[in-house]
């Protein structure tokens, strides 16, 4: 399944290209992408494991940029 995500805060694309090798390493993530434009993250991954996927993503991302939040667009 995939989801899309906006993401708040979003200050740079050096930044928003960090955290998408981040996410991609994250376990049962197939893929994931970051538009550093419309601000979106879109990823695929089994159903069942989105809720840990995007809370480790959100753990994933507050390193790389401070205050980073996701929402299901």
Known sequence: MTKV???EKLGCANCA?????????????????I?????KLTIEAKDDMFDDIIAEAAKKAGK?????????A
């Open 5 to 7: 995500y906006r993401i």
């Open 17 to 33: 290209a960090k955290m998408e090798r981040a996410i991609n390493k994250i376990k049962g993530v197939n893929s994931a992408s």
């Open 35 to 39: 538009n550093f434009m419309t601000k």
């Open 64 to 72: 790389i940029e401070k205050g980073i939040a996701f929402e299901e």
